[in-house]
């Protein structure tokens, strides 16, 4: 560190690039690292031990149920991946999907609640999704002008209007929408009309939600666009270098707008979604922390929406473990603990990409 | 409101600045060295469960706080120091990992303490003559001792930094890392010491709302704490003293919703519940691009020693 002379080794590791992205495997390794670092962490801990493979593996992937489960539990962690993954690729952290979600579902209860009678089942779904989006986009407006016009940072703002919103949300479940008779299940809104819901369907044994089709249908459709449009051409190029994008005439402060608000609108999709799909009712059972899952489904898949589809069954299967876990005297908390190991083995997932190996007195290879 | 009520709300939003100002001088000497650990919560919760055991076994609150320093500290060594400075991966996102990795583990280790009181308490503490003076004196001047720890940290901290040449480096450190390098500071070295220190100060500040504040310990007990102190910094542009009253004005703030229900005020609880989050935002609105320039220059750039 300090001191200037140091003995050369005959082979040395030599960062080379700081800021390379590491390869598909390299994350694929990490992942599996983060689990197995968390599952010894688990098998270490009173009572639990060797239930914890049974208990994970049937409750989860092994039982129709569990499967069934997995894709409930899968739907808004997709969708909280993708509306963040839509920020992270011009560069910006949306830690704000939990406001979203919770302002999206707001807006779509109002719209429940205070809807004609004669508006059917379908459209009035329809109509509540696009006030989810509305609600959801609008939430971001602050974060995204303050950041456009006075470079605010975008996680503070993001996250300070999350507790905004939970206290948002309290407030109409405690007040103008409250249920007594429903208090003993936890505090919720009256539940919104019976046909304003989606409906699942069954292929097999196997229990699968429309919500779940929409998750999956929001993650092709961006994956379209941002692969397709010159829309996405332009948020790559300004992803990967903003200073060339401004010379090759790309608008960048608009495109982080667009960027912060159509993260903001899916993150309003989330709540909504699991509404309409299981709760049925203004809750704070809306969110299980899914804003911020969401920002480990986008960073472990790399900004990919395939990735954030798979990534979000990924974390539905540590969540369900810790559920049954749960039985056995782990906090349900120690989900948390699992999903932080994986983020931290998802960062060092880039590092042996960015070293080379070198022979002692050879230069470093220009690129 | 009555006199009574707002003079006792403001005795006890003093205590509730406490935790906000050990966790924000942790966070403004790590981002002095162009650091930024927004994983504060975490680090906070880990301090807060760890102070709290301590405490109730040792049955001293002081060994508690003292628990909670160390283990913020090596905490942040561990899982957010090294990653970053050793390793050089992405601070937001080890960040992240750190809140994570924070609330899981303190609610873990901490579950089977979450319904045992804490039978010891840190006496007020009155300052002679000081506290005598009328309106103010039981304000300021009669507290915990830990409340006055966090003052002369403070003082300390901007001392440190703004009068010592070591304090001169370590802004250099943030401001420009290469330039120090050449200058002859060992910039890694400074950032590893610093980071876990300021880690040690957010650990303290977990500590402080466990075993002073609450008095007893349940998983999500720092209830965003860490990141309105992470705001807190940008708030007061990167400046201790700064701290002193900005904190103050957010433990009014946070008691406010108390302050309503007791008086029945019109307002919903939860709605009163809004300002401090809301001020920051206006406020970091409000400081817009002028914030950054107070900033330290290099904060959140990784510097890499002769290009290695």
Not at chain 1, 121 to 146: E, I, S, T
Not at chain 1, 283 to 290: G, K, Q, R, V
């Amino acid at each position: 560190m300090s001191t200037p002379v140091r003995s050369k080794p005959k082979l040395r590791l030599v960062l080379h690039d700081p800021a390379a992205t590491g390869s598909l495997l390299g994350r694929v390794v990490a992942v599996a690292i983060g689990i197995a670092l968390g599952a010894a962490f688990l098998a270490l801990q009173p009572n639990v031990g060797s239930s914890l493979f049974s208990a994970s593996w049937s409750s989860t992937l092994g039982s129709a149920l569990g499967i069934s489960q997995l894709t409930q539990l899968a739907t808004p962690l997709i969708l909280a991946g993708c509306a963040v993954a839509v920020a992270a690729r011009v560069g910006l952290w949306n830690i704000g999907v939990d406001g979203q979600l919770i302002l999206g579902a707001w807006a779509a209860t109002a719209v429940g609640f205070y809807a004609p009678d004669a508006i059917p089942g379908a459209p009035l779904v329809v109509l509540m999704m696009l006030a989810a989006l509305l609600g959801g986009a609008l939430w971001m407006v602050v974060p995204a002008l303050a950041y456009a016009y006075a470079r605010v940072n975008v996680v503070v703002t993001t996250l300070m209007l999350n507790f905004v919103a939970y206290l948002w949300l309290a407030y109409w479940i405690t007040g103008p929408w409250s249920d007594p008779s429903y208090a003993s299940l936890g505090l919720s809104s009256q539940p919104v009309p019976d046909r304003a819901s989606l409906p699942h369907f069954t292929v097999g044994s196997i229990e699968i939600g429309v919500a779940f089709l929409v998750a999956v249908a929001v993650a092709v459709l961006l994956w379209a666009v941002f692969r397709f449009t010159h829309h996405g051409f332009r948020t790559a190029m300004a992803g990967a270098d903003e200073q060339v994008a401004s010379y090759g005439g790309v608008n960048v402060g608009r495109l982080h707008l667009q960027a912060l608000l159509a993260s903001g609108a899916i993150g309003g999709l989330v709540g909504v979604i699991v509404e309409l799909d299981r709760v049925h009712r203004f809750s704070s059972s809306l969110s299980d922390n899914t804003g911020y899952l969401g920002i480990v489904v986008a960073a472990l898949a790399a900004h990919s929406f395939a990735g954030a589809t798979l990534m979000g069954f990924l974390i539905a299967i540590l969540s369900a473990t810790g559920g049954a876990l749960s039985i056995s005297g782990v906090s349900s908390s120690v989900v948390l603990l699992l999903i932080g190991i994986l983020l931290l083995m998802g960062a060092f997932a880039d590092v042996p990409a960015r070293y080379r190996l070198l022979r002692a007195g050879a230069e470093e290879p220009q690129e | 409101m009555s006199w009574d009520l707002a003079h006792v709300s403001l005795i006890g939003a003093v205590l509730v600045a406490v935790p906000l100002l050990y966790a924000a001088l942790g966070e403004l000497i790590t981002e002095r060295v162009g650091v930024m650990n927004i994983g504060i919560e975490g680090v906070m919760s880990v301090g807060a469960a760890a102070g709290f055991i301590a405490a109730v076994k040792s049955h001293d609150p002081a060994v508690g706080l003292l628990v909670g320093t160390a283990v913020g500290g090596l905490f942040t060594l561990v899982f957010f120091a090294l990653p970053v400075l050793v390793f050089r991966t992405s601070e937001i996102l080890v960040g992240f990992a750190v809140w994570f990795i924070g609330l899981g583990a303190s609610a873990q280790f901490g579950q089977s303490y979450a319904q045992e009181p804490l039978k010891a308490e840190i006496p007020t503490l009155k300052i002679p003559l000081l506290g005598a003076i009328p309106g103010i004196g039981d304000i300021l001047f009669a507290q915990p001792w830990p409340y006055y720890a966090a003052v002369l940290m403070a003082v300390a901290v901007w001392f440190l930094l703004t009068h010592t040449a070591h304090g001169l480096n370590l802004r250099g450190v943030g401001d420009d890392p290469a330039a120090s390098y050449g200058s002859g500071v060992p910039v890694l070295r400074w950032q590893l010491v610093y980071v876990s220190l300021g880690g040690a100060l957010m650990g303290l500040g977990g500590a402080v709302v466990s075993v002073v504040l609450t008095q007893h310990w349940q998983s999500g007990l720092i209830a965003g704490r860490g990141w309105i102190a992470l705001a807190l910094v940008i708030f007061v542009g990167w400046r201790p003293l700064g701290l002193l009253w900005a904190t103050y004005l957010f433990g009014i703030l946070l008691t406010l919703e108390h302050v309503g229900q007791a008086e029945d005020w019109a307002i919903p609880a939860p709605i009163l519940a809004m300002p401090p989050y809301l001020a920051t935002v206006a406020i970091l609105i409000v400081r817009g691009r002028r914030g950054h320039r107070l900033a330290p220059a290099a904060l959140g750039t990784s510097f890499l020693r002769g290009g290695r």
